[in-house]
């Protein structure tokens, strides 16, 4: 009896010490180095390799970065990562957050950061001299993405063609999940038809089916992986450009 239930305790704090490593290696900086792209407005640029367009350029006020390592083939592509410097005289204690707009490689960089995501890693004072460096060590670490008044949504790629090909971009995944397939509902088979991740963001097929198109997005995040079904149906009368509202809300 006595040996089965120090069994149970030794397994118990095991459990408690393997949980408390998860948290911790969730938390925990990663060093790297970090440079920036020149831009004439500071904001991020709307050719970026996520496919993002002018959303890649603006959003979370284009406090925005290319990166190598963390682009995962594109599954990175709107990840947010907290980010900031370690020179303690020129860097601001909390640093920048940022998203995952585009790739770049720099100079054993993880990040190259838009002007106005760089300027936000300096001190007030200091903001010409952080930028006169060029490229600085930082640390870094993946943060929730948070989009207040938005829901996953999917935009028809303008490179889409109606009704023989349709390339979908997703925005606004919010969390820290990434989306790692996407199918829409073959009506006439009776069956989940995945779509191809063309580059980035982007997701396309070719000859979808005819009618409303139901989508739903594998998402891989810190509760693992499931399948979330839109809302909303892709309307029949699809339009390039145009942009559609999941009404899923991810966390």
Sequence with gaps: ?????????FLLCVMVLLLAVLCYSEDTFTRSRATYYGSPDCYGTPS??????????TVNDGSVAGVSRLFRNGTGCGACYQVRCTTPQYCADEGVNIVVTDYGEGDKTDFILSPRAYAKLARPNVVSQLFSYGVVDIEYRRISCKYSGYNLMFKVDENSNYP????????YVAGKNDITAVELWQEDFQ??????????????????????????FQ???????????????????????AAYDSYIQLT
Excluded: H, T
């Design 1 to 9: 009896m006595g040996f089965a239930l120090k069994n149970q305790v």
């Design 48 to 57: 970026g390799a996520c496919g993002f367009r002018e959303f890649g350029r």
């Design 164 to 171: 023989s090909y349709l390339a979908i971009l997703l925005m």
């Design 191 to 216: 069956q989940w038809v995945a779509m191809r991740r063309a580059y980035g963001a982007v997701w396309d097929l070719a000859s979808p089916p005819s009618g409303p198109i139901k989508l739903r």
């Design 219 to 241: 998402v891989s995040g810190s509760s693992g992986i499931k399948w979330v079904k839109s809302k909303n149906d892709l309307p029949s009368d699809w339009k390039a450009g």
